[in-house]
């Protein structure tokens, strides 16, 4: 059956006509209303805005004046979307009479629920267009309305939830010209308060425009006090990009540029600057959010000269730059900035180079500047650290100086351009291997000057001149003296070669260039060469170093800027184990002043190895200009053996010491000139020598004792003007001159005065003279006194065991090394002698010895006679013989070499009797004893006597004549025809003893 409750089979109910008439007609009426409302629509849109009625534009007057803000504008026209364009706006802040906004158009999009529902006054969009901000008068700091902000554009749009969209932002704050873009949120400080209601809801302590109002004041202020720093930049502009984040606080990324920057720092300027910060913006102030970033093509500073010219003292190209900012109080535009990095890519100061730069300023402690730099040119670094004063006098950047510390690894011409240094002429041939190695710290006067300094160096591989040094390092001090000169100090110096060294200290006036070099060591001598004259490397050539090299200690001063010969070098040498001219030396110390005028070696002092000790000096004095030598002077003292001293004092002192020997080392003292080029004697030499020799000495083979010299030595010309010597016990005085003759032999001429010689020891000493270098094998016929022989003989001289006192005089000329040109005069006095007894009577004078009447037996004790000397012959013209009774008279001659006699003499037995009766009969005998004459011949130690008689001779003189010298021309008595001799001495008196 079919299932009645089922809806498709219950049957469909008519729909009655009318209902459907109604329904017909509520749709044509309504597709009625909607026609005419986009009618209405069409309409409406066609006309742009329609124009408030003038007291509305009055209500919304007085409603913004009741926020505290006062508005004026020409007209306001309302757009069918509900949104409000005004006209020629004017924005006045309560307390003032001018506008502090002015703008062309103004448009506005009010959110008008918000409005109706909560009676705050909302914006959903704001759009105006070439917009002035002013300062007010009363925050201006010139007392008037000023803008600084101008040809501003501006579209808003809110977001919802304070969120705007920044579409564009385009204008002029003071003289950058801004773009800005992006979103953000309104800081919640600026969110606007709900209207009062009638419902009585308190309002709120501050309306939103008095805060507002507030705000503007002070951004307008603060803006117009960084005007002196934009007006710098020529035409800025700036590029803002804006982020707001959840938090509430805004992200803003700023990049400003410029065409350049002349700031208020005289000649300071910058070419293409660019600067780039990030930056949050809350609460209406810029906080900073992370470094900033700058670039600028070039930056300079110039200095203007006296004359008016300008010269770069700073340029940089290619610069980039990192600033750590710092929040102030209110922003980073009342913070300092913190540090700044830089990195130029080429740089100059003053008129040196870099290939770069880059350092780091922390500025937190504004105007003191620390800082830190280092700067590459080509493969030298140098670095530096410090701090610098500075100051901002007049909007001007004053520097007070500073203090820095620096590294630097450089070549010398390097340091010298950054130094403003230049290296004087004659240290230009300074070289190095490598870059020299710096560091110290140095103080800058506000004048940018250098106060004060130390410098601590090194230099590997130096060169100048011959001087050659593996390293080099020292520390140098500068500083200024009290004239203001910057003077430069070096300590611990030390310098370095292969083979020696020396540390010492060097100073300098870097003004006037006057230097010292003080160094000491083991140092070659030929480093020194260049700095002395010729005479340098021969002294060298004399001494000849040991194992070691000396130890020296030299002082080199003048000026850099003068001629080399105006300066002045002291050498002090120690040197051991050295050879001089063949001399062993334990060791010899020299010491060396060269100056402009004078040389001298002051300080010469030498130690034998065999014994003994030499001091002197040598100088070289020079005549302006200081390059010709106006004399050379030698002057030293020796105590070593007279070998040595022969072969030290060369050909002069050898020369003047030949005739001698000596086994004690005598004291000498050497005074040598020699006349140089500027002398008006040149190249003639002039020598003093004073010696003292003890005994034993020879002169010539002759033992002499205690010899006193003094002597001349002058081209070819030798003068002993005093000579003091002893001699077989007595004791001698002469003077003596040496000539060279033509020949090229040498004459000696002499004057001398011997006293109390013993008369034997004389004539075994006179025996052995000889100028010949060998000693002579020929000696004297008489024995040295104290021998075997001398003991046992009798000779014509009596008893040598008792000699007499020999006196001597005389005076002559030598040939040297030719015996036979011996020639002199004088005269001799022998006393205190025994030199014979004779009995003429046999027994019978034996007998009367030991009566008063001494008949035939008397004794001789004295004896005088002029001397005559040539050929080797002594010719004695009037030898008298005396004793207490007798007298002998005597002529004739000795030869030295065959000791042969040739005498006359005559004998009066009793011619000294002058008393009584014995008076009496010495007169009647000598008489007849002047007819005998005694013939003496043969050896002087065995002569033989003839008798003969001559009674013609009783009436004449008492007196017997010599023969002549052989081989010498001979006057009418015999004696020789000498040339002029040198005339000897007159023998003093004979002192008679007081009888007690």
């Known amino acids: 059956m079919p299932d009645l409750t089922s809806k498709s089979t219950l049957p469909r109910a008519r729909v009655p006509w009318w209902f459907r008439l109604i329904r017909a007609l509520l749709n044509l009426a309504l597709l009625s209303l909607l026609g005419l409302q986009?009618?209405?629509?069409?309409?409406?849109?066609?006309?742009?805005?329609?124009?408030?009625?003038?007291?509305?534009?009055?209500?919304?007057?007085?409603?913004?004046?009741?926020?505290?803000?006062?508005?004026?504008?020409?007209?306001?026209?309302?757009?069918?979307?509900?949104?409000?364009?005004?006209?020629?706006?004017?924005?006045?802040?309560?307390?003032?009479?001018?506008?502090?906004?002015?703008?062309?158009?103004?448009?506005?999009?009010?959110?008008?629920?918000?409005?109706?529902?909560?009676?705050?006054?909302?914006?959903?969009?704001v759009r105006f267009g070439n917009a002035t901000f002013y300062c007010p008068p009363e925050n201006s700091p010139s007392g008037t309305r000023e803008p600084f902000i101008t040809n501003l554009g501006l579209n808003l749009s809110n977001q919802g939830n304070s969120w705007w969209q920044l579409d564009y932002l385009r204008g002029k704050i003071l003289n950058v010209?801004?773009?800005?873009?992006?979103?953000?949120?309104?800081?919640?400080?600026?969110?606007?308060?709900?209207?009062?209601?009638?419902?009585?809801?308190?309002?709120?302590?501050?309306?939103?425009?008095?805060?507002?109002?507030?705000?503007?004041?002070?951004?307008?202020?603060?803006?117009?006090?960084?005007?002196?720093?934009?007006?710098?930049?020529?035409?800025?502009?700036?590029?803002?990009?804006?982020?707001?984040?959840?938090?509430?606080?805004?992200?803003?990324?700023?990049?400003?540029?410029?065409?350049?920057?002349?700031?208020?720092?005289?000649?300071?300027?910058?070419?293409?600057?660019?600067?780039?910060?990030?930056?949050?913006?809350?609460?209406?102030?810029?906080?900073?959010?992370?470094?900033?970033?700058a670039w600028a093509q070039s930056v300079q500073y110039t200095q203007t000269g006296n004359t008016g010219t300008k010269s770069a003292v700073v340029s940089l190209s290619s610069v980039w730059a990192q600033l750590q900012l710092a929040d102030g109080k209110d922003g980073i535009f009342s913070g300092w900035p913190q540090q700044v990095a830089m990195y130029s890519l080429t740089a100059r100061l003053n008129d040196f180079a870099f290939d770069s730069l880059e350092g780091v300023a922390d500025l937190r402690s504004w105007p003191k500047l620390p800082f830190s730099a280092t700067v590459l040119h080509g493969p030298d670094k140098l670095s530096f650290s410090g701090r610098t004063d500075l100051a901002e006098e007049d909007r001007s950047l004053v520097w007070h100086g500073g203090t820095f510390a620096f590294h630097a690894i450089a070549s010398l011409d390097t340091l010298l351009v950054a130094t403003h240094q230049k290296l004087p002429a004659r240290l230009a041939a300074a070289k190095f291997d490598a870059p020299l190695q710096l560091e110290g710290d140095a103080v800058v006067t506000p004048s940018g000057t250098l106060q004060s300094a130390v410098v601590r160096f090194h230099a590997d591989g130096a060169h100048f001149e011959r001087i050659n040094l593996d390293s080099a390092s020292g520390r140098a001090n500068f500083f200024r003296n009290e004239a203001g000169d910057m003077l430069v100090q070096v300590d611990n110096a030390e310098f370095d070669n292969r083979s020696w060294q020396v540390t010492g200290s060097y100073s300098q006036n870097l003004r006037v260039n006057d230097?010292?070099?003080?160094?000491?060591?083991?140092?070659?001598?030929?480093?020194?060469?260049?700095?002395?004259?010729?005479?340098?490397?021969?002294?060298?050539?004399?001494?000849?170093?040991?194992?070691?090299?000396?130890?020296?200690?030299?002082?080199?001063?003048?000026?850099?800027?003068?001629?080399?010969?105006?300066?002045?070098?002291?050498?002090?040498?120690?040197?051991?184990?050295?050879?001089?001219?063949?001399?062993?030396?334990?060791?010899?110390?020299?010491?060396?002043?060269?100056?402009?005028?004078?040389?001298?070696?002051?300080?010469?002092?030498?130690?034998?190895?065999?014994?003994?000790?030499?001091?002197?000096?040598?100088?070289?004095?020079?005549?302006?200009?200081?390059?010709?030598?106006?004399?050379?002077r030698m002057i030293f003292e020796s105590t070593m053996p007279l070998p040595d001293v022969a072969l030290l004092g060369g050909p002069d002192a050898a020369q003047a010491l030949r005739p001698l020997e000596s086994k004690t080392r005598p004291t000498i003292r050497f005074d040598q000139r020699t006349g140089g080029s500027a002398n008006p004697q040149p190249d003639v030499t002039v020598s003093k020598i004073h010696a003292d020799f003890p005994s034993p000495?020879?002169?010539?083979?002759?033992?002499?004792?205690?010899?006193?010299?003094?002597?001349?030595?002058?081209?070819?010309?030798?003068?002993?003007?005093?000579?003091?010597?002893?001699?077989?016990?007595?004791?001698?005085?002469?003077?003596?001159?040496?000539?060279?003759?033509?020949?090229?032999?040498?004459?000696?001429?002499?004057?001398?005065?011997?006293?109390?010689?013993?008369?034997?020891?004389?004539?075994?000493?006179?025996?052995?003279?000889?100028?010949?270098?060998?000693?002579?094998?020929?000696?004297?016929?008489?024995?040295?006194?104290?021998?075997?022989?001398?003991?046992?003989?009798?000779?014509?001289?009596?008893?040598?065991?008792?000699?007499g006192l020999i006196d001597l005089t005389l005076g002559g000329q030598l040939i040297l090394g030719e015996p036979d040109s011996f020639t002199a005069t004088g005269s001799?006095?022998?006393?205190?002698?025994?030199?014979?007894?004779?009995?003429?009577?046999?027994?019978?004078?034996?007998?009367?010895?030991?009566?008063?009447?001494?008949?035939?037996?008397?004794?001789?004790?004295?004896?005088?006679?002029?001397?005559?000397?040539?050929?080797?012959?002594?010719?004695?013209?009037?030898?008298?013989?005396?004793?207490?009774?007798?007298?002998?008279v005597a002529a004739g001659t000795y030869h030295f070499t065959d000791q042969d006699l040739d005498f006359n003499a005559l004998i009066f037995p009793v011619g000294q009797w002058d008393s009584g009766v014995l008076k009496d009969i010495a007169?009647?005998?000598?008489?007849?004893?002047?007819?005998?004459?005694?013939?003496?011949h043969g050896k002087i130690d065995k002569p033989v006597w003839d008798l003969s008689m001559n009674p013609l001779r009783l009436f004449k003189d008492q007196t017997v004549e010599g023969p002549a010298i052989p081989g010498v021309p001979a006057k009418t008595d015999n004696s020789p025809d000498f040339p002029m001799l040198p005339p000897a001495p007159p023998l003093p008196e004979l002192l008679v003893p007081e009888k007690k």
Request: no cysteine.
């Open 828 to 888: 001799m006095r022998m006393h205190d002698a025994q030199l014979g007894k004779l009995q003429l009577l046999g027994g019978l004078s034996r007998v009367l010895a030991d009566t008063k009447v001494p008949l035939g037996d008397f004794v001789l004790n004295a004896a005088t006679s002029n001397l005559q000397i040539a050929r080797r012959y002594l010719r004695l013209p009037n030898l008298i013989v005396t004793g207490p009774t007798a007298r002998i």
């Open 177 to 293: 010209q801004m773009q800005a873009e992006g979103n953000f949120v309104l800081p919640a400080s600026w969110q606007p308060s709900p209207m009062p209601t009638n419902r009585g809801t308190p309002p709120p302590p501050a309306t939103p425009a008095l805060s507002l109002a507030a705000r503007f004041r002070k951004f307008a202020r603060d803006v117009l006090d960084l005007r002196h720093q934009f007006d710098i930049a020529d035409r800025p502009s700036a590029q803002i990009s804006v982020s707001g984040e959840n938090s509430g606080v805004n992200k803003l990324k700023v990049f400003a540029q410029a065409a350049g920057v002349e700031s208020t720092i005289p000649s300071f300027e910058l070419a293409h600057p660019a600067l780039q910060l990030t930056a949050n913006w809350d609460e209406g102030v810029l906080r900073a959010l992370g470094p900033a970033y």
């Open 923 to 936: 007169s009647i005998i000598n008489p007849f004893s002047n007819t005998v004459t005694l013939k003496l």
């Open 38 to 125: 986009l009618f209405a629509l069409f309409i409406l849109s066609d006309t742009s805005h329609l124009r408030l009625p003038t007291f509305a534009q009055a209500a919304l007057e007085e409603r913004l004046q009741e926020e505290g803000l006062r508005v004026r504008f020409s007209s306001v026209e309302a757009s069918p979307s509900g949104s409000l364009l005004v006209l020629d706006p004017k924005v006045y802040l309560t307390g003032t009479t001018e506008p502090v906004i002015e703008a062309e158009y103004l448009l506005v999009e009010p959110d008008w629920l918000t409005l109706l529902w909560s009676r705050r006054l909302s914006f959903s969009a």
């Open 515 to 632: 230097f010292t070099l003080h160094v000491s060591g083991d140092i070659e001598p030929g480093v020194l060469d260049s700095y002395f004259e010729d005479w340098w490397p021969e002294v060298w050539k004399i001494v000849i170093p040991g194992g070691e090299w000396p130890q020296a200690d030299v002082v080199y001063a003048g000026n850099w800027d003068a001629p080399d010969w105006q300066d002045s070098i002291m050498v002090g040498a120690q040197i051991t184990h050295a050879r001089a001219r063949g001399v062993r030396m334990d060791d010899i110390f020299v010491r060396v002043d060269q100056r402009p005028e004078i040389l001298s070696v002051y300080d010469l002092i030498a130690h034998a190895t065999d014994g003994g000790q030499l001091t002197g000096a040598l100088l070289w004095t020079m005549n302006p200009p200081y390059e010709d030598t106006y004399e050379q």
């Open 697 to 803: 000495l020879q002169a010539y083979h002759v033992p002499l004792e205690n010899a006193v010299a003094d002597i001349t030595l002058s081209d070819g010309f030798t003068d002993i003007p005093n000579l003091e010597f002893g001699l077989a016990g007595g004791q001698a005085k002469a003077h003596a001159t040496v000539t060279t003759l033509p020949d090229g032999k040498e004459e000696l001429r002499f004057s001398v005065l011997e006293q109390n010689t013993k008369q034997a020891d004389f004539l075994s000493a006179i025996g052995q003279f000889s100028t010949n270098e060998l000693t002579p094998t020929t000696t004297s016929g008489v024995p040295a006194n104290g021998s075997s022989e001398a003991k046992n003989s009798t000779t014509l001289l009596g008893d040598p065991s008792r000699s």
